[in-house]
């Protein structure tokens, strides 16, 4: 019985870590995320490179001068199929908001910790 309770309360532990320490991850991470920064008016959008990676190509609308966006991570490259030529996609610097701005439409994807 002893044993079976000392079993019980090391797994609770090693649970509670396991938490505390993903959680700790998630921020570290998110705060990473959030430091990145993109502007770009799509020429050649996400789906036409082969990388896992985003990728896309294009112009800065505000500056009108070329500029290609690569992200080394997920979090844009679940947006790939969403993305075409003549979107708008904005990350701003010190958000964890990704959107696509289409001719008719805002598309908003927040990163969720």
Avoid at 21 to 34: G, H, P, T
Avoid at 96 to 106: N, R, T, V, W
Wanted: glycine share 4%; charged share 25%; aromatic share 12%.
């Amino acid at each position: 019985m002893k044993k079976k309770k000392g079993l019980i309360a090391s797994l609770v532990i090693v649970l509670i870590f396991y938490f505390f320490a993903s959680r700790s991850n998630k921020q570290s991470f998110a705060k990473e995320l959030s430091k990145e920064e993109c502007i770009l008016v799509v020429q050649v959008p996400p789906i036409a490179y082969t990388s896992v990676t985003f990728r896309a190509k294009g112009y800065n609308p505000i500056t009108n001068k070329p500029c290609e966006c690569n992200h080394h991570n997920r979090w844009w490259s679940s947006y790939k199929k969403e993305i075409d030529v003549g979107d708008t996609i904005v990350k701003k610097k010190g958000e964890l908001i990704f959107s696509i701005h289409k001719k008719d439409s805002i598309i908003i994807h927040k990163y969720k910790l």
